[in-house]
């Protein structure tokens, strides 16, 4: 089970939204290459980079912030990017830049042509990300609610070659009240492509919780608030995911 550290990026801050409101935001460092290092240092083998102004703006708005990141630590771990991705021209240009994986979540509800093109071009590097609550699928920086179901689009995706879905329940995302693990574990169950949870891990009983499952097919887990603000302890988390890990081994 790998913790992936979020690194949420607005006006080229790092900080951390309360359910996806722009408006609720923590600044938690000015500098997130900094914040990228400090995170690889303590064991991180992935980061999470969103791009919150891009997200909302349909176009990449952090770029020279994300550029930095790779610069620092993109040689040496996976980093991947998801916020306001809308073309082929965009994700080449990150992927050239040192990126490793692109997540495409409105886009690829919206334009599944896109989508389809983006696996075709760029097969090994797309994720998807599917946001969500009570099962529907919500788009543009989760402000529209879709009448979608999650696990008839993530199978949709799967098919077209996507790598992942990062499965994301908005009603917790930024909380601290525990991964929705009945939805998430729902949707692992219905896909060959592994899925990645996101939205409230807490604690280390959440990691227990999903290393328990991870034979299910949830092989990562993005975690945000609860590593900022102290609720997990980053380094202990992983040893204990990667201990479990290799019990299972």
């Not at 400090?38 to 891009?54: E, F, I, P, Q, T």
Request: overall charge negative.
């Amino acid at each position: 089970m790998l913790l992936i550290p979020a690194i949420d990026l607005k006006d080229g801050h790092c900080v951390r939204l309360i359910q996806g409101d722009m408006d609720q935001s923590t600044i938690f460092s000015e500098d997130p290459a900094a914040m990228a290092r400090s995170w690889v240092n303590k064991g991180a083998r992935r980061l999470h980079l969103v791009d919150l102004n891009g997200a909302f703006a349909g176009k990449p708005k952090n770029e020279a912030a994300i550029r930095r990141i790779l610069a620092e630590v993109g040689n040496e771990v996976d980093v991947q990017l998801g916020g306001g991705i809308r073309d082929l021209d965009t994700i080449e240009r990150y992927l050239d830049a040192g990126l490793r994986y692109v997540i495409i979540g409105t886009a690829a509800v919206k334009n599944p042509g896109f989508l389809q093109d983006a696996c075709t071009a760029f097969g090994g590097h797309i994720i998807v990300g599917l946001d969500a609550k009570d099962g529907k699928v919500a788009t543009d920086g989760w402000s529209k609610l879709t009448g979608h179901e999650v696990v008839d689009l993530g199978k949709k995706f799967q098919d077209y070659g996507v790598e992942a879905i990062i499965y994301t329940d908005i009603g917790r995302d930024g909380m601290l009240s525990g991964i929705n693990m009945e939805a998430t574990l729902k949707l692992a169950r219905e896909l060959r492509i592994p899925v990645i949870a996101s939205g409230g891990l807490t604690s280390i009983e959440d990691v227990e919780a999903l290393c328990a499952v991870e034979s299910e097919g949830i092989t990562a887990v993005i975690t945000g608030r609860a590593i900022y603000q102290g609720t997990l302890e980053f380094k202990k988390a992983q040893a204990l995911a990667d201990k479990l890990g290799q019990k299972k081994d």
